[in-house]
């Protein structure tokens, strides 16, 4: 972590005008996409099927981690790199406002759409919380809570997590729907802007205000909960993807919101580019008229793709419950399965921005590159274009979609049994949702293989 956090502010300190941009990438798939899917569908019935003849003692002892050292605090490098974040915020944001208007050549679209959203977001879930080791509001609140003992502000209990729900749905609007995201003025402002809002956030409510209302740290913290290496008793420990979800308290209904909101707005991020969404539009692909020309179309789109999860979720845990005779409300069955979707949700991340990664990567290495001096880095898509390495990245995609709703299925199974409910009885109450989980195994199938438009 020291030397990648030196790399990434000496190349901050001394890039120059690079050859770098993020870009949105598709290609067209032409491989047996009617065999996954079905492949993919099968496993996940095969799976329910297994889940159901299984000892509920033992799909509980699945997630069940294994302990190894006693874990530290977050050491001085890990204060390091929270406080140095700061600074390094400021510069990219000012980089964006005073530097190069081509993002060609502007570090701040690299480092938010690339590292951040691409690289971090999915490292946050594979490798374990690195987001908490350099987040800049923690370092700015360290530094506030040197020079004072307290807040001056209470948080409201009754604001619950709702203002950083307000605050994933303005970044996913922004992402999906703003004509110009990677522009790097464009970019500064509502980065900057977004800056000051959450330190504002710090400076009056305190640390309390990063895990209620900082929309950016909830998500991350949400995807470390599906990252096999974690804490349990003050030890590191070691389980299946997901253990944290299954062991962890149920969250708070705005909490759990937001965590349909990552799938439904991942989910809709991959539709939006499709043909049959231009169709729907009745804009021909090879004639796109530009982003400006569908922000009210996206907007309403990424509007009811939550809209749809949030009702067909609920209405499946409701048909559940029914089905097994369970009197708890929907709301309370809401908050308790909400977390097992998140391995979807990243599963999804992943398979969705490979490719652009593995493309898009390369300018961010060639970027380090030309600050440390170590020579010109070429930077190719030809793997794009080949058979071979096309065949290999699509079934990495399917393989972590797939395994992201196997996973899911485990968790839903497990933190029913946990409720109190027999294997029996738990087995039908998670048929609606067993269902409803296969049927997005094949939609999310779909969407990495459909052709792309826009």
């Not at 203002?163 to 464009?186: E, H, K, Q």
């Not at 809002?197 to 900082?214: D, I, N």
């Not at 008229?289 to 793709?305: E, F, H, K, Q, T």
């Amino acid at each position: 972590m020291r030397h990648l956090l030196a790399a990434a502010v000496l190349w901050a300190a001394t890039a120059r005008a690079a050859q770098a941009h993020a870009t949105e990438q598709g290609f067209v798939l032409l491989l047996p996409t009617d065999i996954y899917i079905a492949a993919g569908g099968a496993v996940m019935v095969l799976t329910v099927g297994l889940l159901a003849s299984l000892p509920g003692r033992v799909a509980a002892a699945a997630f069940r981690p294994v302990t190894m050292w006693r874990a530290r605090g977050t050491g001085l490098a890990g204060q390091a790199g929270r406080v140095l974040a700061v600074p390094l915020l400021v510069w990219l944001v000012w980089q964006g406002w005073a530097g190069s208007r081509d993002p060609l050549g502007n570090p701040l679209t690299l480092a938010v759409w690339v590292v951040f959203w691409m690289a971090l977001v999915s490292a946050q879930g594979v490798v374990g919380d690195i987001w908490a080791r350099i987040n800049p509001w923690a370092g700015a609140a360290m530094l506030l809570a040197r020079v004072r003992r307290r807040a001056p502000l209470r948080y409201p209990r009754a604001m619950g997590h709702w203002p950083g729900v307000i605050g994933f749905v303005g970044f996913a609007g922004f992402l999906l729907a703003d004509p110009a995201p990677a522009d790097p003025a464009r970019l500064a402002l509502v980065v900057g802007g977004y800056a000051v809002a959450m330190l504002a956030g710090v400076v009056l409510f305190g640390r309390r205000w990063l895990v209620r209302g900082e929309a950016l740290t909830l998500s991350m913290r949400a995807y470390a909960r599906v990252a096999p290496v974690g804490r349990r008793d003050g030890r590191r420990a070691l389980g299946l993807p997901g253990w944290r979800i299954a062991r962890g308290p149920q969250p708070a209904p705005g909490h759990a919101v937001l965590l349909l909101l990552l799938l439904g707005s991942g989910s809709f991020d991959g539709l939006n580019e499709t043909f049959l969404w231009l169709d729907l539009l009745a804009i021909n692909p090879l004639e796109f008229p530009g982003r400006s020309a569908v922000i009210g179309p996206n907007l309403a789109g990424l509007a009811l793709a939550n809209a749809a999860l949030l009702a067909v979720f609920g209405g499946a845990l409701w048909l559940g419950a029914r089905l097994a005779g369970m009197r708890e409300g929907v709301a309370a069955l809401f908050c308790r399965f909400a977390p097992t979707l998140l391995p979807i949700a990243l599963a999804y991340h992943i398979a969705h921005y490979l490719p652009s990664l593995l493309l898009d990567g390369q300018y961010v290495w060639a970027g380090i590159a030309e600050a440390l001096h170590l020579g010109d880095v070429h930077v190719t898509a030809g793997f794009m274009s080949s058979p071979g390495p096309v065949r290999a990245i699509w079934l990495v995609q399917a393989g972590a979609v797939v395994a992201g709703h196997v996973t899911a299925l485990m968790l839903a199974h497990v933190i029913a049994l946990r409720a109190g409910q027999s294997a029996w009885r738990a087995t039908l109450g998670q048929a609606p949702l067993a269902l409803f989980m296969v049927g997005y195994t094949v939609f999310g199938l779909w969407l990495l293989a459909t052709p792309r438009g826009a």
